[in-house]
């Protein structure tokens, strides 16, 4: 088994990618952020109070985070090559919790890679994004905009911005990501686990270079 963890400011692409790798590798996708989300909409007591922190531009509290996250490994760790943990862990605490829970189970992380992106490029990214109430379709008003305005192409539901895709919440995540985050990139470099991808490249090349990244290591 494989496990892979994606790192990354906001906006770099990471989700579209670890999509894209799963479509071609037999692999489950944990994100974190559509975790978090799903428990919101279930309006629970826990998922209101997920919604004040992503409205705020805040990290989720950590423990919160990882018991979602068992519960998904447990249910979904049958039949499948590995796991591609996109959103998490966010600190130096949350890779140490991670590695434990792994350990646990029987599991290990293998390889971390690093999408590497501007500010300027994950705020435009960001800003851009429109999401399907209905099926959960991506969008953007420029990149990668609906035939109709405003309607999803897949399923005719109405496109929305989620709320932490306003600028100003974009750069609270970007300054909260630079504080906490990229430590790990230094921690993951002393384990010998670090990789980078350069994500300002069009997504078809920086996918190409992914799949270069996990088919050497799988040799």
């Known amino acids: 088994m494989l ?34 989300r799903e428990e919101k ?9 997920i919604q004040r922190y992503m409205n705020q531009g805040l990290l989720v509290p950590n423990e919160v985070v990882l018991e979602l996250l068992r519960k998904k490994l447990e249910s979904l760790r049958t039949d499948c090559e590995g796991f591609i943990f996109d959103g998490y862990p966010r600190n130096i605490q949350q890779a140490e919790n991670l590695e434990a829970l792994l350990a646990e189970m029987g599991m ?8 590497d992106v501007t500010e300027e490029l994950s705020v435009q990214r960001l800003s851009g994004r429109r999401v399907c109430s209905k ?3 991506n969008f953007h008003i420029t990149n990668m905009p609906p035939k ?28 909260t990501y630079m504080e906490e985050t990229l ?8 384990k010998g686990l670090l990789y980078r991808v350069d994500a300002t490249k ?14 050497n290591l799988k040799k």
């Open 3 to 36: 496990n892979i963890i994606l790192l990354g400011p906001p906006g770099e692409g990471k989700g579209t990618q670890a999509k894209d790798l799963v479509q071609r590798l037999n692999f489950r996708h944990l994100s974190t952020g559509d975790i978090l």
């Open 148 to 175: 109709q305005e405003g309607i999803c192409d897949y399923c005719g539901g109405s496109l929305y911005q989620r709320d932490d895709d306003t600028p100003e919440v974009i750069k609270k995540r970007w300054a």
């Open 108 to 115: 290990q992380i293998d390889m971390v890679i690093f999408f």
């Open 41 to 49: 909409e279930k309006k629970t007591d826990l998922g209101i109070q």
């Open 202 to 215: 069009p997504k078809e090349e920086a996918f190409r270079d992914l799949m270069n990244l996990i088919r």
């Open 135 to 137: 099926c959960g379709a």
């Open 183 to 190: 430590p790990l990139l230094n921690y993951y470099e002393k």
